[in-house]
């Protein structure tokens, strides 16, 4: 099995068991570098696919929690290096494959092929880079791809029909469906027409569809449950750390345990 | 830089942008450029593009363009010898002066033609970032010109040093939002300007200031500028007697200095770009990204930015805010790249010298980010005599009083005082 086939794996296990599956996201790091692998084992116990966040000086498709937490973990020394020899040293320990959340200049900075190997070797099964638009990718994606890594593609409800096509057949692992027109963290509640969004994604699309952006409680995992095999939680889970709080209890909650 | 080259790679790119065929249709100049941005965004910067294709060019945009640059901007500016200033460089010493455009600096060209764009692809309302506030106030005035509601976004740390225009923008009838993540200047600015049109790409126009950012933001901006360029050449052949031999402009994302310089690349004419130098040499305390910059992707485009070894985009230093910025635009990093544009910095120290030296020889008070490019003129006099130099006076410097009080002027020995 390829690595980002486990994100798939992952993902259609949850949905053979009844439930949405659950991918909770943390910027590395945050809110203290020496409880990284805890905290990452922690939530990894209760997650099906744990999504890390890279901290990036220029966070602009993020709102305030993911901007504070980022640019935090990046005043305590976290960096992307670092992130990688913290997590050689859990090998084995942590099952729910991990999908790295990075904007571009990080990763082309660390270079493409070292970045695919060290990726494999830490149990990292594919990337999402918010600034690194399909047409900019082919680069980058061959790296990963070579080491079958997958390159996960954003789609969001301002995407046109036929590129919609183009990102849901491009994506690996699964296709992330952004909620809503806006940046993570929003506050407003998801959108009214979000059923017939997803539908629309989901036809399109031959691998499970994760939404996120917006997703805070039970019942908004209950609601894009209904359309997409997985719900993305974010910014709600960094406050929860943020707070000291245990993520345990409140990622259980998310999907009625 | 020009390692990034080869050679014979290097003269193919320069004669294609003298051809005028940069950037290409993926919006590249050459390595740099393209178009980095969040996928929210990319229909946005599609209907963007086409919009550009089908107006720019287009004899109706032009005629509203030149007119309101006529009528209303006051173009074209003038072309003023600066007597005492050749006399004590030692130099034949020609300013062009976008001072004296309307709102005072060369920004209101490119705020006037992007605000006559958005009307007519039907924006809703119009979003701008600014760091020195000079792009805020022309955003303002011009958004106020086509009747467009305008917020400009602005560093907390900006707004303070360049209050004046904070001042004039809310009294051009723009709302002007305080930034406080990230360095709480230019970048941070940009940063937040960009999240908010990701809210509604549809409905919002954003008014990019600088010839920075993805593509098409560069070439537009290059377009609307060159103005400048196409103007100051003439006036040279017409009032000078000829080109220059070399031509200064200041360069922080670099739209005078493309302005100024994209007419001339054709032309046996030395071009200078000058970065602020800051107070030193170190990560952090300048903004010369070109001098000491790698490259890098950073708000939607590959250029040369300034970065740790992480890829972490690190802040500046400069005593000019419309300096402080960590990137640079990409057709900067390609005119660097093949050798055709020579990039310089000069420190906080020697802009704020030229700045008195400039005021007290020819009675004009000009931007202290203008200044660096004068503080370079200068050494570059002395090293060459005699020589027939162009300086892009891109602004004016009344916004910088604020600043210029901390400093107290040198006193001169003139006769009487």
């Known amino acids: 099995m390829q690595a980002h086939e486990r994100i798939t794996a992952a993902i259609a296990a949850a949905t053979k068991s009844g439930r949405p599956a659950l991918v909770p996201f943390i910027t590395a790091g945050y809110p203290k570098p020496a409880d990284f692998i805890y905290t990452l084992k922690a939530i990894a116990a209760v997650g099906d696919v744990v999504e890390l966040g890279i901290p990036f000086s220029d966070p602009m498709a993020d709102g305030m929690t993911i901007q504070r937490s980022s640019f935090e973990a990046l005043r305590q020394g976290v960096s992307l290096k670092w992130i990688f020899d913290q997590?050689?040293?859990?090998?084995?320990?942590?099952?729910?494959?991990?999908?790295?959340?990075?904007?571009?200049?990080?990763?082309?900075?660390?270079?493409?092929?070292?970045?695919?190997?060290?990726?494999?070797?830490?149990?990292?099964?594919?990337?999402?880079?918010?600034?690194?638009?399909?047409?900019?990718?082919?680069?980058?994606?061959?790296?990963?791809?070579?080491?079958?890594?997958?390159?996960?593609?954003?789609?969001?409800?301002?995407?046109?029909?036929?590129?919609?096509?183009?990102?849901?057949?491009?994506?690996?692992?699964?296709?992330?469906?952004?909620?809503?027109?806006?940046?993570?963290?929003?506050?407003?509640?998801?959108?009214?027409?979000?059923?017939?969004?997803?539908?629309?994604?989901?036809?399109?699309?031959?691998?499970?569809?994760?939404?996120?952006?917006g997703i805070r409680a039970r019942e908004d995992v209950a609601a894009v449950g209904k359309h997409a095999a997985g719900a993305i939680v974010g910014s709600a889970l960094v406050e929860v750390l943020e707070r000291g709080d245990d993520p345990q209890p409140y990622l259980r909650s998310l999907i009625g345990q | 830089m020009s390692a990034l080259l080869q050679a014979d790679e290097a003269s193919a790119l320069l004669a294609a942008a003298i051809r005028g065929e940069l950037p290409d249709e993926r919006g590249r100049f050459g390595p740099f450029g393209g178009r980095y941005v969040p996928e929210t965004l990319v229909p946005a910067f599609e209907r963007l593009e086409e919009g550009v294709r089908e107006h720019l060019h287009d004899a109706s945009f032009q005629a509203e363009f030149r007119k309101e640059l006529h009528e209303w901007v006051g173009r074209p500016t003038a072309l003023t010898f600066a007597p005492r200033l050749s006399e004590i460089w030692g130099a034949d010493v020609w300013?062009?002066?976008?001072?004296?455009?309307?709102?005072?600096?060369?920004?209101?060209?490119?705020?006037?033609?992007?605000?006559?764009?958005?009307?007519?692809?039907?924006?809703?309302?119009?979003?701008?970032?600014?760091?020195?506030?000079?792009?805020?106030?022309?955003?303002?005035?011009?958004?106020?010109?086509?009747?467009?509601?305008?917020?400009?976004?602005?560093?907390?740390?900006?707004?303070?040093?360049?209050?004046?225009?904070?001042?004039?923008?809310?009294?051009?009838?723009?709302?002007?939002?305080?930034?406080?993540?990230?360095?709480?200047?230019?970048?941070?600015?940009?940063?937040?300007?960009?999240?908010?049109?990701?809210?509604?790409?549809?409905?919002?126009?954003?008014?990019?200031?600088?010839?920075?950012?993805?593509?098409?933001?560069?070439?537009?901006?290059?377009?609307?500028?060159?103005?400048?360029?196409?103007?100051?050449?003439?006036?040279?052949?017409?009032?000078?007697?000829?080109?220059?031999?070399?031509?200064?402009?200041?360069?922080?994302?670099?739209?005078?200095?493309?302005?100024?310089?994209?007419?001339?690349?054709?032309?046996?004419?030395?071009?200078?770009?000058?970065?602020?130098?800051?107070?030193?040499?170190?990560?952090?305390?300048?903004?010369?990204?070109?001098?000491?910059?790698?490259?890098?992707?950073?708000?939607?485009?590959?250029?040369?930015?300034?970065?740790?070894?992480?890829?972490?985009?690190?802040?500046?230093?400069?005593?000019?805010?419309g300096l402080d910025y960590s990137g640079v635009g990409p057709e900067h990093a390609l005119l660097q790249a093949t050798g055709r544009v020579k990039y310089i910095s000069a420190t906080d120290d020697e802009a704020l010298e030229a700045l008195e030296e400039l005021c007290a020889s020819e009675g004009i008070l000009t931007a202290l980010e203008t200044s660096h490019a004068f503080a370079a003129a200068k050494k570059y006099a002395k090293e060459h005599p005699g020589k027939r130099i162009l300086i892009g006076n891109s602004g004016r410097g009344d916004k910088d009083m604020p600043t210029l009080t901390k400093y107290p002027a040198r006193t001169r020995s003139h006769a009487g005082a």
């Open chain 1, 87 to 213: 997590l050689d040293s859990a090998s084995g320990e942590i099952d729910a494959p991990l999908v790295m959340m990075s904007y571009l200049n990080p990763l082309l900075a660390f270079g493409y092929d070292k970045l695919a190997d060290r990726a494999l070797a830490a149990g990292v099964c594919g990337f999402i880079v918010p600034d690194l638009p399909f047409e900019e990718s082919a680069e980058l994606r061959a790296a990963l791809e070579a080491k079958g890594l997958g390159l996960i593609q954003l789609v969001t409800p301002a995407t046109p029909e036929t590129r919609l096509q183009t990102l849901c057949d491009a994506s690996r692992g699964f296709v992330y469906a952004v909620t809503i027109t806006g940046i993570t963290g929003g506050g407003a509640g998801l959108p009214a027409d979000l059923a017939q969004y997803l539908d629309r994604v989901a036809r399109l699309s031959s691998l499970p569809v994760c939404a996120g952006f």
């Open chain 2, 95 to 321: 300013l062009k002066r976008e001072d004296l455009a309307h709102t005072g600096a060369h920004k209101i060209n490119n705020a006037i033609g992007q605000a006559i764009l958005a009307k007519r692809l039907g924006a809703r309302r119009i979003i701008a970032e600014t760091g020195a506030g000079q792009h805020g106030v022309a955003s303002a005035a011009a958004c106020a010109r086509v009747g467009l509601p305008c917020s400009v976004y602005m560093g907390a740390v900006d707004m303070e040093r360049q209050a004046p225009n904070v001042d004039r923008m809310l009294r051009l009838g723009a709302e002007v939002v305080a930034v406080e993540s990230g360095d709480k200047t230019l970048r941070a600015a940009i940063d937040e300007a960009l999240r908010t049109w990701v809210t509604d790409p549809e409905g919002i126009y954003y008014l990019l200031g600088s010839a920075v950012g993805a593509h098409p933001y560069p070439y537009l901006v290059r377009e609307l500028q060159s103005v400048i360029g196409e103007e100051a050449r003439q006036q040279m052949i017409d009032l000078a007697g000829g080109l220059p031999d070399v031509a200064f402009a200041c360069v922080g994302g670099g739209s005078n200095a493309i302005g100024l310089f994209y007419p001339m690349l054709g032309d046996d004419i030395e071009l200078i770009g000058v970065e602020a130098g800051g107070t030193g040499n170190g990560l952090g305390q300048n903004a010369a990204t070109l001098a000491t910059g790698t490259p890098g992707v950073l708000q939607g485009s590959y250029t040369i930015i300034l970065q740790d070894d992480d890829g972490q985009v690190q802040e500046t230093h400069s005593i000019s805010a």
